[in-house]
C-alpha cells in the first residue's frame, strides 16, 4: 500500500466510517421508512450524514458535494433531520445539530478552485434502496486533473464468483493515487491491502462489458452495438454505481461504457472523479466517446466530454474505432 500519504490515510478512514454508517441505514430501510412516511427517505438520511462526516473530516478543504441542508433546515423537514444527525452521531457522538447542518452545507464550492474534493455520498440511489450494489465516492482534483480517489463499495465482494445483486457483508474499499497504482482494501481492516489491476490480455474475442441497471443511465442499444463489432461470446454484468469503475480496475470486466441517452445532458464530475483514477492506476483506460482524456478543469460538470469509455488497454481503442464505424454520435 502507498506508504507516508497521510492525505490518503484521512480519506480512507472517513470513507470507512462513511460506510458503516451507510450499511447501519440500508440495513434499517423499513423502520427509516416507517418514521418519515417516505419511501426514499434512507437515501436521503445516508446521503446528507455521509456528506457530513466527511465534511468533518476534511475540515476547510474545498469540497463539491451534490447535498445542501436548505430542506432539513425547515419545519416539516425535522424527522428526517434527526435521523441525519443521529446518524452522524454514531461516528461523532457529541456532533450538535447545527454542525451537522454546517457540514454538509460547507460541501458547496463551484470546481473553480485548483484544488478541491468532488464528493458522491451515495453514488447508485437505486442500487443502494434495492439493497444492492452503491458507492461512496471521493476524488481529489489538482488543477483539473484527478491526483487521488477513495471509493467505498459496502455491498460489493472481492470475489468474482459471488453475484453482483446480493449484498456481500463485507464490501470493499478502492483507493488510488496518481503514479502510486490502485488498491482493494477491506472495510473491517481485517486484511492486507492488495493491488488490483485491469485486464491485459483476454482469451477471446467477446467483450465482458459493466454496465448501469438503469436503462435511463446508459443507451444500451448502442452498447449491444459494440459489443456485436467484436463477436464472441459476450458477458454483461450490470450494477449500480462507480463500482463499475472498481469492477474493471480488478479485471472483472472488459469494459464500463456511458452511452448518453440524451443530447443535452452533461456528466456530472463527483460521478467520475474517484472511479476514474481507480481505474487508470490500475491500468485501464479512461475517455469520452471520441477517445479523449475526461476534462475535470470546468467546474461541476464535464462540459467538454460526451459519454465514457472505461476499458482494458487491449480493447480501449477497438471501442472507440467501433463508435466511429457505427457513427454513434459523440457530438459534444
Not at 456532533?95 to 458547496?108: F, G, H, Q
Not at 485501464?284 to 472505461?310: H, M, P, Q, S
Request: proline share 3%.
Amino acid at each position: 500500500m502507498i506508504d507516508n500519504n497521510s492525505e490518503l490515510d484521512r480519506a480512507i478512514d472517513c470513507v470507512r466510517k462513511a460506510c458503516h454508517v451507510a450499511r447501519a441505514v440500508q440495513n434499517d430501510l423499513e423502520r427509516v421508512r416507517e418514521i418519515t412516511k417516505d419511501d426514499r427517505s434512507p437515501v436521503t438520511v445516508a446521503d446528507f450524514a455521509i456528506q457530513a462526516i466527511i465534511s468533518m473530516a476534511l475540515g476547510d478543504a474545498n469540497i463539491v458535494g451534490e447535498e445542501h441542508a436548505g430542506e432539513l433546515r425547515k419545519g416539516d423537514h425535522a424527522v428526517v433531520k434527526d435521523a441525519v444527525v443521529q446518524a452522524v452521531r454514531s461516528c461523532h457522538p457529541d456532533a450538535t445539530e447545527n454542525e451537522v447542518l454546517d457540514a454538509i452545507d460547507r460541501c458547496n464550492h463551484d470546481g473553480t478552485a485548483d484544488r478541491y474534493w468532488a464528493l458522491d455520498p451515495i453514488d447508485g440511489t437505486k442500487g443502494f434502496l434495492r439493497g444492492q450494489q452503491y458507492a461512496i465516492a471521493l476524488g481529489l482534483i489538482e488543477n483539473g486533473q484527478v491526483v487521488m480517489g477513495v471509493m467505498g463499495c459496502p455491498n460489493l465482494s472481492t470475489d468474482f464468483s459471488s453475484p453482483m445483486d446480493v449484498p456481500d457483508p463485507l464490501g470493499t474499499i478502492y483507493a488510488a493515487v496518481l503514479g502510486q497504482g490502485s488498491w482493494e482494501i477491506s472495510i473491517d481492516n481485517k486484511a492486507d491491502p492488495k493491488q488490483i489491476h485491469a485486464t491485459i490480455t483476454s482469451e477471446n474475442s467477446g467483450l465482458r462489458i459493466c454496465e448501469s441497471v438503469e436503462k435511463a443511465h446508459s443507451k444500451r442499444t448502442d452498447t449491444d452495438l459494440i459489443v456485436q463489432e467484436f463477436g464472441g461470446p459476450a458477458v454483461s454484468v450490470r450494477l449500480d454505481s462507480q463500482c463499475k469503475y472498481a469492477v474493471v480496475a480488478r479485471g472483472q470486466a472488459d469494459a464500463y461504457l456511458r452511452m448518453p441517452t440524451s443530447k443535452t445532458y452533461v456528466e456530472k464530475i463527483w460521478d467520475h472523479a474517484a472511479g476514474s483514477i481507480i481505474a487508470t492506476e490500475a491500468g485501464a483506460i479512461v475517455t469520452d466517446l471520441t477517445g479523449k482524456e475526461l476534462d475535470f478543469n470546468r467546474g461541476t460538470r464535464l462540459e467538454y466530454n460526451r459519454g465514457v469509455v472505461c476499458a482494458a488497454p487491449h480493447v480501449h481503442d477497438r471501442i472507440i474505432k467501433a463508435i466511429g464505424t457505427l457513427k454513434i454520435d459523440t457530438a459534444v
